[in-house]
Nanobody
Framework: QVQLVESGGGLVQPGESLTLSCVAS????????MTWYRQAQGKEREFVAS???????DYADSVKGRFTISRISGLNTVYLQMNSLQPEDTAVYYC??????????????WGLGTQVTVSS
């Protein structure tokens, strides 16, 4: 019903930047929120940042001041600008959206993830 495709991951050195993108497509009636999560090897998936339909944003403490989430109003695309990347940011980054596919039916949908590796 709803597909998410992430892009923009890669290998960077500490202190460098990357921008991730996520495009949602399919039978989308209305998006409630778009969220980035990440999962490092051997660890649980954790919240990174979210933006809701009203453009309100929220961030994990570990990324505040370094990462910026944004969504172009009316487009089913979300970006994650990541600055001052550190080795501890290394993870697979997943895009999630909570979306209505009809007036009353909603669900949580996930992308397959994009790898971000920060290493010198």
């Amino acid at each position: 019903q709803v597909q998410l495709v992430e892009s923009g991951g890669g290998l960077v050195q500490p202190g460098e930047s990357l921008t991730l993108s996520c495009v949602a497509s399919g039978s989308i009636f209305r998006i409630v929120a778009m969220t980035w999560y990440r999962q490092a090897q051997g660890k649980e998936r954790e919240f990174v940042a979210s933006v809701n339909a009203g453009q309100a944003t929220d961030y994990a403490d570990s990324v505040k001041g370094r990462f910026t989430i944004s969504r172009i109003s009316g487009l089913n695309t979300v970006y994650l600008q990541m600055n001052s990347l550190q080795p501890e940011d290394t993870a697979v980054y997943y895009c999630n959206t909570r979306a209505y596919v009809s007036v009353s039916n909603w669900g949580d949908y996930w992308g397959l993830g994009t790898q971000v590796t920060v290493s010198s």
